[in-house]
């Protein structure tokens, strides 16, 4: 995902208003809908596109364009039938990737098998820190150390399939530090520099956070 895609958030809780706000603070385009007419009223200072519907209703999704959104967040864990119903909704409607926020392990099982491409625990992952995983293009999960350093887990990337680090040089070409390699589940700390990455590998580096912005 990146800042070009579309995104929808499905509930204006804590949760949801940080995802919200944080797409938006990076100049993401970001349609916002709760039921609860005070909850967008408050919301809609810092996100633009505001509506208050009822997501669970075929007609709504319809009506709000969901089928040119690229991805939609739900964030209603508190509410598994509105939950399992908007999920099943843009599904239907063609959205490319659902987020469902859940409650529980069994909500996270039922939720996936209603068709969510991904569930999150808010316990375990922050509004904020999920719109910056969004908004990295090719990194699959990203982690602030501080104000200038990232950790972050990204697939390798096409043009680096069959080449070794020592080859590739990212620590001089992009200030990046490789400190782990996933490969089939099996993380390897001890890296071989000549040895070549594979496309089904991942890779867990270590860098500027601007500069892996600008990646």
């Given at each position: 995902m990146s800042k070009n895609s579309t995104y929808a958030v499905f509930g204006l809780g804590r949760y949801g208003l940080a995802v919200a706000e944080e797409l938006?603070?990076?100049g993401a385009e970001v349609?916002?809908?709760?039921?609860d007419e005070e909850a967008v009223d408050e919301a809609v200072t810092k996100i633009p596109f505001c509506k208050c519907a009822d997501v669970t209703d075929p007609e709504v999704i319809k009506q709000l364009g969901i089928s040119n959104v690229d991805v939609v967040?739900?964030?209603m864990a508190n509410h598994l039938e509105s939950s399992v119903m908007?999920?099943?909704l843009c599904k239907?409607?063609?959205v490319k990737t659902v987020i469902t926020k859940c409650a529980s392990s069994m909500n996270c099982r039922i939720l996936s098998k209603m068709g969510a491409d991904r569930v999150v625990f808010p316990e375990s992952e922050s509004g904020i820190r999920l719109a910056k995983n969004l908004l990295s293009s090719g990194f699959v999960d990203i982690?602030?150390?501080s104000n200038e350093v990232s950790m972050v887990e990204m697939e390798v990337r096409?043009?680096?399939v069959g080449k070794?680090?020592?080859e590739l040089n990212l620590r001089k070409k992009y200030s990046l530090n490789v400190v782990a390699i996933i490969c089939n589940d099996d993380v390897t700390i001890n890296i071989d520099p000549e040895k070549p990455l594979e496309k089904s590998m991942r890779l867990i580096v270590i860098g500027s956070t601007t500069k892996l912005k600008r990646m």
């Amino acid at each position: 995902m990146s800042k070009n895609s579309t995104y929808a958030v499905f509930g204006l809780g804590r949760y949801g208003l940080a995802v919200a706000e944080e797409l938006v603070a990076n100049g993401a385009e970001v349609l916002a809908v709760d039921i609860d007419e005070e909850a967008v009223d408050e919301a809609v200072t810092k996100i633009p596109f505001c509506k208050c519907a009822d997501v669970t209703d075929p007609e709504v999704i319809k009506q709000l364009g969901i089928s040119n959104v690229d991805v939609v967040i739900i964030s209603m864990a508190n509410h598994l039938e509105s939950s399992v119903m908007a999920t099943m909704l843009c599904k239907e409607a063609g959205v490319k990737t659902v987020i469902t926020k859940c409650a529980s392990s069994m909500n996270c099982r039922i939720l996936s098998k209603m068709g969510a491409d991904r569930v999150v625990f808010p316990e375990s992952e922050s509004g904020i820190r999920l719109a910056k995983n969004l908004l990295s293009s090719g990194f699959v999960d990203i982690l602030d150390i501080s104000n200038e350093v990232s950790m972050v887990e990204m697939e390798v990337r096409h043009e680096w399939v069959g080449k070794s680090l020592m080859e590739l040089n990212l620590r001089k070409k992009y200030s990046l530090n490789v400190v782990a390699i996933i490969c089939n589940d099996d993380v390897t700390i001890n890296i071989d520099p000549e040895k070549p990455l594979e496309k089904s590998m991942r890779l867990i580096v270590i860098g500027s956070t601007t500069k892996l912005k600008r990646m």
